[in-house]
């Protein structure tokens, strides 16, 4: 069972790299991952330089205590920053709650990357684990 939850997660990473960074010809691919989140800013596809703004709305479970992180990383897998998005309202709710934040990242090799949302999962449990993936270019 481990190796499953080991090699699941790494194959969804290497599919949308690969996906996202091998077929540069085509249009620009929409965000991927849950539908528990909607994010405003960054926009898919979007030229971000550091620091960026993060905005958007999330259900309240996407929270644990009115935080989330959220990462990015170059094309090579490389993680380039780590921060938390923050809830900007009543988080324990079933509805959408707004958020706001803000990553650093320092400068990429690449010319692209993700911005990846992930749900504060406290419990550690893989299987609640979820994430939401945008794709960006760097400046």
Known sequence: MKKLIIVV???VLLAIFGWLFLGKEKAVP????????????PASGGLVSSPITLSGKALGSWYFEASAPVFVYDSNGKILGQSYITAQGDW???????????????????KEGIVVFKNDNPSGDESRSKQYVVPVSFR
């Open 30 to 41: 929409s965000p991927s991952g849950s539908s528990d989140i909607t994010v405003a800013l």
């Open 9 to 11: 997660p790494a194959v």
């Open 92 to 110: 324990m709710t079933t509805e959408f709650v707004p958020f706001t934040g803000t990553i650093t990242f320092e400068k990429s090799d690449t």
